[in-house]
């Protein structure tokens, strides 16, 4: 499965979050790190799920980037 991930810069790193996955973040120093953070929150979250019996949402949220002139 592939899951959307957004990844946002702040004033100490980056954070990133998981749209499909409520409550799936990750927070790092450089994009490295909170990309490799993120990749183990959200297998670390669905196998949780998946242990607590509770339903795992299928990918919906896709990402796309636009170009704006002006």
């Known amino acids: 499965m ?12 980056f954070g990133a979050y998981v749209p499909d ?3 799936c973040v990750a927070v790092g120093e450089t994009l490295e790190e ?6 183990e929150a959200v297998e670390f979250h669905l ?3 998946h242990q ?7 990918p919906t949220a896709r990402a796309e980037y636009i170009e704006v002139i002006g």
């Open 2 to 13: 592939k899951y959307a991930v957004v990844i946002e810069r702040s004033e100490t790193g």
């Open 21 to 23: 996955l409520p409550g």
């Open 34 to 39: 909170t990309e490799a953070l993120i990749r």
């Open 47 to 49: 196998e949780g799920l």
């Open 52 to 58: 607590d019996g509770v339903f795992v949402p299928e």
